[in-house]
């Protein structure tokens, strides 16, 4: 099934104001970018956003990467956290794959979650793609 560059523009557009949306309203945002090649090692890069440091968090999203990138969006309630993660991993320049997570945590462990993220790294290990794109 060949999908339109209409569509995928669209796609682009919701996932990124989603994205701009969620990380508006959070205390941090991190973005991370793995390379699947990888498997067992942390993210290749990353960017850290920190409302305290920055003020509002306004991101600039974009989809230019090959691997998997991982958005962190977390919201701070005292000593804890809750966060949303999603996922795109994105191969010759085309979406593979997406997923989108939540999970919890102590606030003083958010660095190491995101660093040592089994969710993450389960995904790397898998062979994931979603035929509708490719």
């Known amino acids: 099934m060949q999908v339109s ?4 523009t669209a796609m682009e557009q919701l996932i ?58 977390a919201y701070r309630e005292g000593d804890v956290f809750r966060s949303k993660k999603i996922l795109l991993k994105i191969e010759n320049g085309r979406f593979a794959h997406g997923q989108v997570g939540n999970f919890e945590g102590y606030w003083d462990e958010f660095p190491q979650y995101v660093a040592e993220d089994r969710w993450v790294q389960d995904q790397l290990g898998r062979d994931i793609a979603n035929d509708m794109l490719h």
């Open 5 to 8: 560059r209409e569509l995928i």
């Open 16 to 73: 990124e104001a989603q994205i701009r949306r969620l990380s508006a309203e959070a205390d941090i945002c991190v973005f991370a970018l793995y390379d699947p090649s990888a498997n067992g090692t942390g993210p290749k890069d990353f960017a850290c956003y920190d409302r305290k440091k920055c003020g509002r968090i306004d991101l600039d999203v974009d989809f230019e990467f090959e691997g998997v990138g991982v958005w962190y969006i």
